[in-house]
T-cell receptor
Framework: GAGVSQTPSNKVTEKGKYVELRCDPI?????LYWYRQSLGQGPEFLIY????????DSGLPNDRFFAVRPEGSVSTLKIQRTERGDSAVYLC??????????????FGPGTRLTVL | GENVEQHPSTLSVQEGDSAVIKCTYS??????FPWYKQELGKRPQLIID?????GEKKDQRIAVTLNKTAKHFSLHITETQPEDSAVYFC?????????????FGTGTRLKVLA
């Protein structure tokens, strides 16, 4: 079946602008994660959804970052007043469930965000 | 919180030789340890994983070992091939938060020389 997809694949924006990044998880996966990967680093956790609710947003760096998953499927990561330091690859991952034991997370191809 | 250290940062081996990548973690409550392979510009792909109730797991040329007492786990690739060249990430899953987020290591760039 189809894997996790993310759009756009690349996004170039100017400092101070607002951006939205979209993630389509694998159908039926209830758990969805957002990570951020800077050059030469491992992915860094941002936020986790179980269904429609954000169960853990402890990784969001500040209040400029926000994410939603209104119908428990597609998720959007929103960044306000972008800064050059926000430039990174934003990865989305989904897993069948995350309510009892850790599960394999399947990653999307990422969105490369560049803030000029 | 959980912290994962990974070594070495780069590793070059001759084709056919073995490669070993090591990771240590800090949270003794972590109980799931996946390994991902990431080729340049591509998504991370799971290659093998191990749960804390198992000491070793093998899948063809790839094996992972876990030492819970020492809080370290290692990836072993035997008979390396040029297509094994990529960046490899280990991760640990702290369970205290209940969210099973992954805490990744900083990655190992493996080069297999033909």
């Amino acid at each position: 079946g189809a894997g996790v997809s993310q759009t756009p694949s690349n996004k170039v924006t100017e400092k101070g602008k607002y951006v939205e990044l979209r993630c389509d998880p694998i159908s039926g996966h209830t758990a969805l994660y957002w990570y951020r990967q800077s050059l030469g680093q491992g992915p860094e956790f941002l936020i986790y959804f179980q269904g429609t609710g954000a169960a853990d947003d402890s990784g969001l760096p500040n209040d400029r970052f926000f994410a939603v998953r209104p119908e428990g499927s597609v998720s959007t990561l929103k960044i306000q007043r972008t800064e050059r330091g926000d430039s990174a690859v934003y990865l989305c991952a989904s897993s069948p469930t995350s309510q009892s034991i850790p599960d394999t997370q399947y990653f999307g191809p990422g969105t490369r965000l560049t803030v000029l | 919180g959980e912290n994962v250290e990974q070594h070495p940062s780069t590793l070059s081996v001759q084709e056919g030789d073995s490669a070993v990548i090591k990771c240590t973690y800090s949270d003794s409550a972590s109980n799931y340890f996946p390994w991902y392979k990431q080729e340049l510009g591509k998504r991370p792909q799971l290659i093998i994983d191990i749960r804390s109730n198992v000491g070793e797991k093998k899948d063809q040329r790839i094996a992972v070992t876990l030492n819970k007492t020492a809080k370290h786990f290692s990836l072993h690739i035997t008979e390396t091939q040029p297509e094994d060249s990529a960046v490899y990430f280990c991760a640990a899953t702290p369970t205290t938060s209940g969210t099973y987020k992954y805490i990744f290591g900083t990655g190992t760039r493996l080069k297999v020389l033909a």
